[in-house]
């Protein structure tokens, strides 16, 4: 059974750029969050999707957004990027109480 | 308001065994988890307790909560080389419907 997997694994964007991240849930998972880990720091929250719906949003600006799939997969979009924005994008698939997370993607902006 | 805090660093001995410990403000938490971090990968659930429970062990692995003092520890039992790695303490707020939120982590560094 496949985990949480996410792609591209690495990505280098320009000041000013957008950038699209995809993430595939675990197998029977219809849940995906999402959270950017800073170096050095613990994640944080920046949205989860249900049914196609965001149903929580973190304290992030409305630069990020994302989209949820009929087959549960999910992508975050991030507009305008920030140098503020470099840092390891993490995907995390539930159905219950256990978020299982992807091997992330590492975003740097220059 | 919301917070988890750790220690940011440990080191102990082969065969030792480990306890990292975290705090958390939030009183209405429901769930509280123990991930596992290696060098440039994601987040590993190592285990999770639920708040109306002291205490959960799992093989190496024991948490223990102390509800009061809002206070979580993990143990690690005969610690390995292969546990280095930074540990992160996090915890899910009743209504927040899985945002988790997560300490800055605790670098484990097991001497051989």
């Known amino acids: 059974d496949a985990g949480v997997t996410q792609s591209p694994t690495h990505l280098i964007k320009t000041r000013g750029q957008q950038v699209t991240l995809r993430c595939s849930p675990k197998?029977?998972?219809?849940?995906v969050s999402w959270y950017q880990q800073a170096l050095g720091q613990g994640p944080q929250f920046i949205f989860q999707?249900?049914?196609?719906?965001?149903?929580q949003r973190g304290n992030f600006p409305d630069r990020f957004s994302g989209h949820q799939f009929p087959n549960y997969s999910s992508e975050l979009n991030v507009n305008a990027l920030l140098l503020g924005d470099s840092a390891l994008y993490l995907c995390a698939s539930s159905t219950g109480n256990e978020q299982y997370f992807g091997p992330g993607t590492r975003l740097t902006v220059t | 308001g919301e917070d988890v805090e750790q220690s940011l660093f440990l080191s102990v001995r082969e065969g030792d065994s480990s306890v990292i410990n975290c705090t958390y403000t939030d009183s209405s938490s429901t769930y509280l988890y123990w991930y596992k971090q290696e060098p440039g990968a994601g987040l590993q659930l190592l285990t999770y307790i639920f708040s109306n429970m002291d205490m959960k062990q799992d093989q190496r692995l024991t948490v223990l909560l102390n509800k009061k003092d809002k206070h979580l520890s993990l143990r690690i039992a005969d610690t390995q080389t292969g546990d280095s790695a930074i540990y992160f303490c996090?915890?899910?707020?009743?209504?927040?419907?899985?945002?988790?939120?997560f300490g800055k982590g605790t670098k484990l560094s097991v001497k051989p």
């Open positions: 996090a915890e899910s707020i009743r209504g927040s419907q899985g945002n988790l939120i």
């Open positions: 197998s029977g998972h219809d849940t």
């Open positions: 999707y249900y049914e196609e719906e965001e149903r």
